[in-house]
T-cell receptor, first 115, second 113 residues
Framework: AQSVTQPDIHITVSEGASLELRCNYS??????LFWYVQSPGQGLQLLLK??????LVQGIKGFEAEFKRSQSSFNLRKPSVHWSDAAEYFC?????????????FGGGTRVLVKP | GAVVSQHPSWVICKSGTSVKIECRSL??????MFWYRQFPKQSLMLMAT?????????EQGVEKDKFLINHASLTLSTLTVTSAHPEDSSFYIC?????????FGQGTRLTVV
């Protein structure tokens, strides 16, 4: 069975500092990987996705993620965090390409941004 | 991008009553819709998958008689929580898939008192 682990439940970062969110997955086939952001009381917004090809994926809002098959990881990064990036971030793995399909989500990482 | 609208955004109901949540794809036809549930401070768990015109497929452990899903048209799916109990209080999110991909609604926070 597929599973996704986000080891960090909370991360606090200063505005302007860099951010990295960890995601490890367990999957028996070629994984399709996604990162979503959820602002308080809101639905999910897709940040980026990886299907194949270049292992460094660029997303919206200045985020990027790198797929490392040898480490079964898909970590999310942003070079300089803005206060508006405070939210909860979910990594997800799916069997097929379309985002928002039958996905398995990680437990989420809540990001707090200090002024 | 495509818009998926959920209604209501939040609802408070009494124990024993039923609550209906609507998920609409506003500018595309959704052949498949997914319903997720999110407990406080936890991740999203898929409850069921519905295809237009057919019965929903429920994930293991989800009571189909309690969480009634109807996908009667290509733009509307409904989730009805029947005989709600306080433990049903949660954040419910739908995802609608069309030819252009899949998009999430803004979610519905249900509180059962």
């Amino acid at each position: 069975a597929q599973s996704v682990t986000q080891p960090d439940i909370h991360i606090t970062v200063s505005e302007g500092a860099s951010l990295e969110l960890r995601c490890n997955y367990s999957y028996g086939a070629t994984p399709y990987l996604f990162w979503y952001v959820q602002s308080p009381g809101q639905g999910l917004q897709l940040l980026l996705k990886y299907f194949s090809g270049d292992t460094l994926v660029q997303g919206i809002k200045g985020f990027e993620a790198e797929f490392k098959r040898s480490q079964s990881s898909f970590n999310l990064r942003k070079p300089s965090v803005h206060w508006s990036d405070a939210a909860e971030y979910f990594c997800a793995v799916g069997r097929i390409k379309a985002a928002g399909n039958k996905l398995t989500f990680g437990g989420g990482t809540r990001v707090l941004v200090k002024p | 991008g495509a818009v998926v609208s959920q209604h209501p955004s939040w609802v408070i109901c009494k124990s024993g009553t039923s609550v209906k949540i609507e998920c609409r794809s506003l500018d595309f036809q959704a052949t498949t819709m997914f319903w997720y549930r999110q407990f406080p401070k936890q991740s999203l768990m898929l409850m069921a998958t519905s295809n237009e015109g057919s019965k929903a497929t429920y994930e293991q452990g989800v009571e189909k008689d309690k969480f009634l899903i109807n996908h009667a048209s290509l733009t509307l799916s409904t989730l009805t929580v029947t005989s709600a109990h306080p433990e049903d209080s949660s954040f419910y999110i739908c995802s609608a898939r069309g030819s252009g991909g899949a998009f999430f609604g803004q979610g519905t926070r249900l509180t059962v008192v």
